[in-house]
């Protein structure tokens, strides 16, 4: 980076000897007559643009690498010979882009040899030849073309190609988050500078968090920033705090982008995003198009599926619609790059490979360099302003942003090709997987701050006061912090475990960050809404010494009681007020909480189960070679050797038991050969199938737990002289999971680890939830279209069903699926070598189970089980002397038509205080597929008025009929 003396960063360098080189500044657009003395100061790193790999760019980072400055001077900029190189340049893109017997192909050979001959490059008086020859010779003017936007929009006859000057930079990648924050400081100054050379110049910068840094460490350029913007050349597009995956954050996580994102870019720079930008990331939820309408944004840009291995993505410019069938017009630039160099060549591609030009002769070209940083440069610029010139063959070229190619497209809107459901990525699947502990700490991450959002909600509500909103303003804010952390790790190469090892460490430290922060905040407000305070006359008061008070909080609209939970602080059954307790260990006991609210509630003393029925308790016996586990609901059969033999869902009354949901074995463990083709840590290949080890028997088994409420069993494998897998498989009363809790030592190399279930279920297709609902996936591999989907995404669990019947896989912390014909596959656990060569080295614990269940799906049953299998009700014990109201009670509700409990597909996911002031904005979703009715009640105690719809930026669209009721 070049600084003045008077610390204004002025622009960025790259040294080394690849394209994207940036190594001159001009001190003096003018020498001055007399002389001049400049001082300036110019700061380096010991990287490269793309980090500092060992033998290569996506390698770890080398710690001794060092770099030596070769060369720093000052020289007289000569004019005339870069103009003479650029128009050369051009020539040559004419002369080997254009199609054999087109005319500006031969004009461009012919005009190029006799510059050659002309020209004498020892001779710097022969140079003004050889411009004259191209411009008189070649070009038929030196003024560039108008954007006749209504003749294009009536016609669209020429081509056009809208140039778009952008750079791409990683937030993180191959280098660390505090090298972005410089990275955009030194892009940004040059694009500035760039922009005062030439004021035709537009640039466009996204993701909201790099702006904000620049707004923390570079205030000067900040305010040039948004001065350039007042200009119209500082474009500022995208709508998220970051250019993140969108395969793996939950909805609310997504909904959390757009609105940090737009709300910045309003409050900073006066008006929200009409495009959603987001050049490269590994695959698109089909969840995406209705949160983007809902935040404002029509128009979305990508080219990443133009990597895709299998299969070319067919359209250019399409409607795309999404799970509830809002559209957006996408647009994927024909150039398949975001780091065009803006030559003729590009061009051409964007003009040839518009694959919809019979509906819309347009496309955009992003030019700059990008990743690393840089942006265009003044050759990219100068190269777009030749062909902007009347040159005859070539398309219109216009410098321009891109609200104004999607006008043209809105323009023909109905015209417009249309692509349903997620625009599935067909490489890098790998990345479902990689750094697992990213993975977990951002699942766990998401749930503690939906926990925390929900508390401090109903606190905000029900404290109204003065006196609280200290508390409420200080809780708030850090809750905002923690978003916002978990935001910026959930970009496009740090949630998806593509980053170098200090990136990684940063993110797993910023979770347990997050983690801490939501717990403080959950835990003190949820102590102050259950009414316990030290003792102290009260009003309707009851008062006992040492008192030991159970508290229930459940964070969903739904709870199927009788449920099993565990206390963390021991206590007996006299405490409890049942007679079946069963003791963990010192910390923990397990008891049966029933006749609890099925709704968002608090509840102090909470009805626990004092006898439980001799059906409803689990049971373990083993005979021979054989572990048979039984409650009210499952038949299990282990193996000594930790498979599964039998999983039968017991049937009721004149119901019967099912089939055997297993088929041969399940719950076996199979190591897989993974070594990619190049990105290690992104991908997995098709042909890892055809190399795998399935892991041997478990060398010990040992029953853990016999009941009444829990059975286990636990099993230990041996991997690999280093490493191991310690399991625990267990049933619980009233339950129809069977649950596998892993505790894995994981040190090989290069193989995958994946756990396999083979079942007798035949289906043409598994399901799996996204955000905001599922999606469907083939088992077969009919065509290139279904083979591609040998690894996909899922978040909490996925499903395969025939007509009667159907097994779920529930995880707590696992994103990759694989299910072909009847069998059903887990990802768990890789070792890549780069670009991080610890990846997945250590200690991991995670859980996953099976779901048995009645019907097909869409199934309620297996959406509400995984929702509670990550996040469940909670029992606390409050000791000491302490009074006690009855709870801060019901809060929110869902009923059906009838005022029934509802037993559908609606969740309550998301209760949070709104972004300005203390209303409350609840978010729900329907999740199967369907139309459903549903009614919200909503507890008097929270201070309820009226009840408005709105978009997920908190702003009204409708009024909601509201009935008060005097029970709640």
């Known amino acids: 980076m070049l600084w003045s003396d008077h610390g204004q960063p002025r622009q960025g360098f790259t040294g080394g000897g690849g394209m994207c080189r940036r190594d001159n500044y001009p001190l003096f657009h003018e020498v001055p007559s007399g002389g001049a003395e400049v001082v300036v100061y110019v700061e380096m790193a010991c990287n490269g643009l793309f980090g500092a790999g060992r033998g290569g760019d996506i390698e770890p980072p080398d710690p001794d690498c060092s770099y030596t400055l070769s060369e720093c001077g000052v020289s007289t900029f000569d004019a005339e010979a870069w103009q003479l190189l650029q128009r050369v340049t051009f020539l040559e893109g004419c002369a080997t882009s ?248 590009e061009v051409i591609k964007t003009v040839q490979d518009n694959k919809d030009a019979g509906v819309l002769n347009a496309a955009m070209m992003l030019f700059g360099h990008g990743d690393g940083g840089g942006g265009p440069s003044t050759a990219m610029i100068e190269s777009l302003r030749i062909m902007r010139n009347n040159v005859p063959g070539l398309p219109e070229v216009v410098v321009d942003n891109a609200e104004r190619f999607f006008e043209h497209a809105a323009g023909r809107y109905s015209e417009l090709p249309r692509w349903v459901g997620e625009l599935y990525f067909e490489l890098h699947r790998g990345t479902y997987t990689s750094q697992a502990m990213i993975k977990k700490g951002n699942r766990k991450a998401e749930l503690s701050l939906r926990k925390a959002d929900l508390v401090i909600g109903i606190f905000a509500s029900v404290r109204d006061s003065a006196s609280e909103h200290g508390v409420i303003t200080e809780f708030s804010d850090l809750l905002s912090y923690c978003w916002k952390l978990l935001l910026l790790h959930q970009f496009h190469d740090t949630l998806p475990g593509t980053c170098i090892r200090p990136v990684v460490e940063e993110a797993e430290a910023g979770h347990r960050k997050i983690l801490e922060y939501a717990q403080r905040v959950s835990n003190d407000l949820l102590f102050g809404l259950t009414g316990i305070t030290s003792s102290a006359p009260r009003v309707e008061e009851r008062e006992r010494e040492n008192e030991k008070l159970l508290v229930l909080f459940n964070p969903n609209a739904f709870l199927r009681t009788p449920l099993v939970l565990s206390v963390s602080v021991g206590v007996d059954s006299e405490t409890l007020k049942c007679s079946t307790v069963q003791q963990v260990d010192k910390e923990t006991s397990l008891v049966v909480v029933e006749d609890v609210p099925s709704s968002i509630a608090l509840t102090v003393s909470p009805k626990t189960m004092r006898e439980l029925q001799e059906d409803y308790r689990c049971s373990i016996v083993h005979r021979g070679d054989r572990l048979y586990l039984k409650n009210g609901q499952l038949k299990v059969e282990m193996g000594l050797d930790g498979r599964l033999y039998s999983l039968i869902l017991r049937g009721a009354g004149n119901v019967p038991d099912s089939p055997n949901f297993v088929k041969g074995c399940a719950n076996r463990f199979v190591l897989y050969d993974d070594v990619s083709l190049f990105w290690d840590a992104w991908d997995v290949e ?283």
């Open 98 to 345: 254009l199609p054999v017997g087109s005319t500006l192909k031969q004009t461009a050979l012919h005009c190029a040899n006799r510059v050659i001959n002309a020209v004498d490059v020892l001779d710097k008086q022969t140079y003004g030849k050889g411009l004259e020859i191209v411009d008189k010779s070649f070009l038929q003017s030196g003024t560039s073309r108008p954007l006749d936007s209504s003749e294009f929009t009536r016609t669209g006859v020429t081509p056009m190609v809208f140039a778009i000057g952008n750079c791409h930079i990683d937030t993180a990648w191959l280098w660390p988050y505090a090298e972005t924050r410089r990275k955009c400081a030194r892009t940004w100054s040059t694009q500035i500078r760039n922009m005062e050379m030439h004021p035709e110049y537009k640039f466009v910068c996204s993701q909201a968090q790099q702006l904000e840094w620049v707004k923390e460490d570079y205030p000067s350029l900040y305010q040039e920033i948004k001065e350039w913007h007042k200009k119209g050349q500082f474009l500022v597009t995208g709508g998220t705090w970051i250019e993140m995956d969108c395969n793996m954050p939950s909805g609310e996580s997504l909904v959390r982008q757009f609105l940090t994102g737009q709300r910045f870019f309003e409050r900073e720079f006066g008006a929200p995003c009409d495009v959603f930008w987001l050049p490269d990331t590994f695959g698109y939820s089909s969840q995406l198009p209705q949160i983007m309408r809902s935040a404002g944004i029509e128009f979305f840009l990508t080219q990443k599926l133009s990597w895709n291995l299998f299969n070319k993505f067919p359209h250019s410019v399409f409607r795309w619609e999404g799970l509830d069938g809002s559209e957006v017009i996408g647009h994927f630039p024909p150039a398949d790059s975001y780091n065009t160099s803006a030559k003729v060549d």
């Open 686 to 968: 098709a042909y890892n199938f055809e190399k795998c080890y399935p892991v041997d028997s478990a060398v010990s088994f040992k029953i853990i737990e016999t009941g009444p409420l829990r059975a286990s069993l636990q099993f230990e494998y041996v991997l690999g002289s280093n490493s191991r897998i310690m399991q625990s498989v267990s049933i619980e009363s009233f339950s129809n999971l069977l649950t596998f809790e892993n505790f894995v030592t994981w040190h090989l190399d290069r193989k995958m680890l994946r756990v396999e279930f083979n079942t007798f279920l035949r289906s043409p297709t598994a399901s799996y939830e996204t955000q905001y609902g599922y999606v469907q996936r083939p088992t077969h591999f009919n065509t290139s279209w279904d083979a591609a989907k040998f690894e996909v995404c899922g978040h909490r669990y996925a499903d395969l069903s025939e007509r009667n019947y159907g097994l779920a896989i529930l995880n707590d912390c696992k994103y990759g699926y694989s299910v072909r014909d009847s069998l059903m596959r887990l990802s768990l656990l890789r070792s890549p070598k780069s670009p991080d060569d610890l990846c997945d080295m250590g200690d991991h614990q995670f859980k996953y189970a099976l779901l048995p269940h009645a019907g097909s799906f869409p199934c309620v049953d297996v959406m509400r089980s995984a929702v509670a299998f990550n996040q469940s009700a909670e029992l606390r014990v409050f000791s000491g002397n302490y009074v006690a109201e009855d709870g801060i009670g019901e809060m929110f509700a869902l009923e059906d038509e009838n005022e029934q409990q509802y037993k559908g597909s609606v969740l309550l996911d998301c209760v949070k205080k709104a972004e300005d002031g203390y209303d409350l904005v609840l978010r729900l979703y329907e999740s199967l597929g369907g139309t459903e009715t549903v009614r919200v009640k909503v507890s008097s105690r929270l201070g309820f008025k009226r009840a408005m719809l709105c978009n997920i930026m908190e702003e009204n669209t409708g009024e909601l009929e509201a009935v008060e009721k005097s029970d709640w």
